[in-house]
């Protein structure tokens, strides 16, 4: 505004002006001042709220600790609690061995063939449960280092009784099947071979010490024998795998998965073949209606099964699944 237009104004606007001039003025004078305080609250209130911050991130860093440690010595106290329950269930080995002698010589019975030299004078050990129980007492122990060659060292007789045999062969693929599925776990598991849980027994469960790793409850059998022969067998590993799991399970509030090993002889047919398959698919529906637990079922060749190599992920399935190995 020019000079001769604030000469034309009246006194009273003239006064008016001049005020409002002397606020603005004094407003750029201390503007400064305010502005720098302003900046200096504000930079000491950021400092004082990382101060505060970091002092409660230290407090909530050191409860997210604690919080993950008391889960980890929970998962390892379950895991030790499910490894020594197991060991607690392993069958003595003499009922292993009777368990397996008696199975066998039902086999020899109802193939038609009988073996005079198993049956020993009263209160004696018969060939089978000597051979076996030798066998057994090789095994290696919970936690051995893999590639024990204790295996290949076994060698059958071809002269030795049937039932003999059956049990050294039902041993050695036992053992070469677990030490397979045991390399899945690069050494961090608990083995407990022969547990019985109730009404049911499987050849081994493997407790798990890796977290990103199931455990598993596993039961192996040769298929072999005529067609309603191998359907009992195959029932009678499902069954046992899934009830065994449904029991440890609900003992231990812990998850323990069902793993079948049906091991094929490689001179079976392709009908043979066809009917296993027929048989495995039918029996897994079945499993899951009444127990209501995902089963995996791996058939192997027998002269595959030395470089069986078990994917972890067929231990995780949700549903249900037939893996044929060959």
Known sequence: MRADDVAKMDPASREALTIQQGHLLMTLKIWPYISGSLLILGLALVVYGGVKWRQRQRVLDNREDEEIQRIKAEKEKLVQEAASFMRAHQLPVDE???ALEKELEQELEEDGTTDPEIPGPSGKT?????????????????????????VSSIRIPE????????VLRHYITQERAIERVKLMFNGKVEVAREVQIGPR??????TSLDPSLPNLVVDIDIVSGPINKIREKIAHAMRSASEVSYEAERRLNNHFHPLVMLVVPSDIGAKTRDLIRIIVKDDLAFTLREIGLPLTVLV?????????VVDPSWARASEPMLHWVN
């Open 159 to 166: 002269d030795a009784p049937k039932t003999v045999q059956g």
């Open 300 to 308: 192997v060749d027998a002269d595959k099964l030395e470089s069986l």
């Open 96 to 98: 292993q061995v009777q």
């Open 126 to 150: 018969s060939d089978a449960e000597e051979t076996a129980r030798d066998v057994k007492e090789r095994m290696p122990s919970q936690r051995e280092p893999e590639g024990s060659s204790w």
């Open 201 to 206: 027994r499987v050849d081994a469960v493997l």
